[in-house]
């Protein structure tokens, strides 16, 4: 596996196998959809004269107008949602399971001036009102990659339901009696200058699936991926049955199409398909009256009374004010909940025990701690959970776990992360005998967030600087405990976050990356205590961008990142902080439940390259602790 920009790793990859239905996961379409899909089936799914001509194909059967609602089912990488938008059709919605899918069309349509509404969804369990759309279509192959068929049923149902009177759907599938008797049991091709892939077919042992293995190498650096898939084969009665159960008319089958690739090799499943149209006729879905009760959410925050030492001037600024204020405003937009406001700490007990215990559960947004006492994070949800009150984020051991940075080190390790190396001294001993790692380092304090004492001074590139950095922290922050001293990495600067709960109902935001562009030369390229809370420095020019990372090193991110929030018992939403090393390896930081909640913080960056408002994505971590709190239905 490719960890980064810089060097590849190279994957385990299995030898001879017997039967390759046996290594099929049932959701093997939640990973095999990345960059590597891009490469294998490019000479189809990449090449815009094949996407012309098939929109070309689908319009002269469904003759939309431009004004005509339309969605692109399973729609990858937009191609054709961005091809009908480029002509001029100006309601186009694109929504695909693949998170590397849709923020590839998302860059794409941004870089094309073009507007189209891409979602990362499920299609069995569609995001969309009833009566939403003229037409769906289903292109590219998309449909029978579910476990059962009873799955690929819920998929047209949900398109029956959004679909409005009169509509109409489009399947383009592959022809399943062709494939059985036609496919390439085993097969070889170059990709380009430097890819190659084999593969491996077989009939599952029902015959009503296609086996595929593929094993795709770089000519350099060896087996990139090992990767096993499956896809039903239905034929013309099967599909017409299934449509006719699922309350289609007007079903017709029409002119195959026979794809013509620029490599003119191994086509697999996008050989033959099966185009087919379908009719919707039924009433308009009746407006039901929504019955469902808002929720009370009391929402806890700092105390703006008190003193707060990891604020610049510790007390609670204009900024501070500011900062709540667009909180409330955003909050005001969200018409499911109900919310009350509390931040008075000198009462908070007796305030959870009246009042708060009144609220359906709590948004706890404070990250200052009881007392505004940051080791005292954890003392809140202890508080609920003494007072059994349902509350968002993290729980106590969670919050416990993650302010030990040389903790969450040991955990990383053991799960076979990758971290940087680092040891962990008492501030009173700043002389070193020996020294078991090279310069320049980072000192950090290890309990602590917020990136409390952590400045360009915390750079260190020999002893000297090291036994200074040392004792500038313990004058800034007093009792700050033992001191992490890091290996200071070169690399990316990156933060991934997670919205939602394991095992399957989140969401991983756009991955993002510190711009040191704006810095003056010779500063140490760090997002620390200045960039945050010194708006005249000129770390405060830091920006954060959608990072530059190879799909393999996003892949690696977001499932060491899932690993984590499981193991730490992370709760509903929070961040990873990642550097590259000079290998292209990237190495994690610290983990972040309960991360920054304002408007203008990383989380609500990465929401906003996603195009989430600020709004949005409170209300995801509210639906998130709900869902988890009530059930999916919230009762």
């Known amino acids: 596996m490719n960890k980064g920009n810089g060097k590849q790793h190279i994957t385990t990859v299995l030898g001879p196998v017997e039967s390759l239905e046996s290594y099929v996961k049932a959701d093997w379409w939640r990973e095999i959809f990345n960059a590597n899909y891009l490469r294998t089936d490019g000479d189809v799914v990449d090449d815009e004269s094949i996407t012309k001509a098939e929109v070309d194909f689908f319009l002269s059967l469904l003759n939309p107008g431009f004004h005509d609602s339309i969605l692109d089912l399973c729609c990858g990488q937009g191609r054709h949602s961005l091809e009908l938008a480029g002509r001029g059709y100006s309601k186009i919605c694109g929504l695909d399971r693949s998170h590397y899918l849709i923020t590839r069309a998302r860059k794409q349509a941004r870089n094309d001036g073009l507007s189209v509404g891409f979602r990362e969804g499920d299609a069995r369990k569609l995001s969309y009102s009833a009566d939403s759309f003229d037409f769906i279509l289903l292109p590219g192959n998309s449909f029978g990659y579910f476990e059962t068929n009873e799955d690929d049923k819920r998929v047209l149902k949900e398109a029956f339901r959004v679909l409005r009177p009169g509509g109409r759907i489009l399947l383009d599938i592959t022809d399943g009696d062709y494939l059985r008797e036609n496919f390439v049991p085993r097969s070889w091709e170059w990709i380009d200058q430097n890819h190659f892939v084999c593969r491996e077919r077989s009939l599952s042992s029902d015959d009503e699936r296609l086996i595929t293995r593929e094993v795709i190498t770089h000519v350099k650096n ?66 039901k009256k929504v019955s469902r009760k808002k929720k009370k959410v009391a929402v806890v925050l700092g105390d703006p009374r008190l003193k707060d030492v990891i604020k610049p001037s510790c007390v609670f600024d204009e ?26 700490h000198s009462s908070m007990l007796s305030w959870l025990r009246q009042s708060g215990s009144k609220a359906d559960f709590i948004f706890n947004l404070c990250d200052e701690g009881f007392l505004n006492d940051p080791r005292k994070e954890l003392h809140v949800p202890a508080a609920l959970e003494i007072l059994s009150i349902p509350y968002t984020g993290g729980n106590p051991q969670c919050l416990a776990y993650c302010y030990d940075k040389s903790l969450v080190r040991g955990i990383a390790k053991e799960l076979d992360i990758p971290v940087p190396r680092a040891f962990v001294i008492n501030p009173e001993d700043s002389s070193f005998i020996e020294f078991p790692i090279h310069f320049p380092v980072i000192v950090k304090p290890n309990f602590g967030d ?15 600087e090291l036994q200074d950095a040392i004792l500038r922290l313990k004058s800034f922050s007093g009792d700050c405990g033992t001191v992490l001293v890091e290996e200071f990495l070169t690399g990316g600067d990156i933060s991934v976050g997670i919205i939602g709960n394991l095992p399957d109902k989140y969401e991983v935001l756009p991955v993002i990356e510190e711009d040191y562009s704006s810095l003056p030369r010779g500063y140490p390229k760090i997002c620390g205590y200045e960039a945050k809370w010194d708006p005249e420095s000129p770390y405060a020019g830091i920006t954060s961008i959608p990072a530059d990372l190879s799909e393999e090193a996003r892949r690696f991110l977001v499932a060491s990142c899932l690993k984590l929030f499981g193991r730490l018992g992370c709760r509903d939403y929070a961040r990873f902080d990642w550097r590259i090393d000079s290998n292209g390896t990237p190495r994690l930081l610290e983990v972040n439940p309960n991360p920054g909640w304002c408007w203008d913080g990383h989380l609500a960056k990465m929401a906003g390259i996603a195009e989430i408002t600020y709004a949005e994505m409170l209300g995801m971590i509210l639906k998130a602790a709900e869902d988890r709190i009530f059930g999916d239905n919230g009762k």
């Open 222 to 287: 060896g087996v990139m991926a090992d990767q096993f898939y499956a896809e039903r084969l239905y034929n013309s009665g099967d599909i017409r049955a299934m449509l006719n159960e699922c309350g289609y008319t007007s079903i017709e089958f029409h002119d195959p199409i026979i794809t013509d690739s620029r490599r003119n090799q191994d086509l697999g499943m996008m050989a033959r398909r099966l185009i087919i149209t379908a009719s919707v006729e039924k009433e308009w879905t009746p407006k």
């Open 450 to 464: 917020s990136s409390f004492g952590i400045t360009q001074n915390s750079v260190c590139r020999d002893i000297s």
């Open 319 to 344: 900024d501070d004010y500011r900062t709540i204020g667009r909180l409330k405003e955003a909050l005001s937009e969200l018409g499911d909940y109900e919310f009350t406001y509390f931040d008075n």
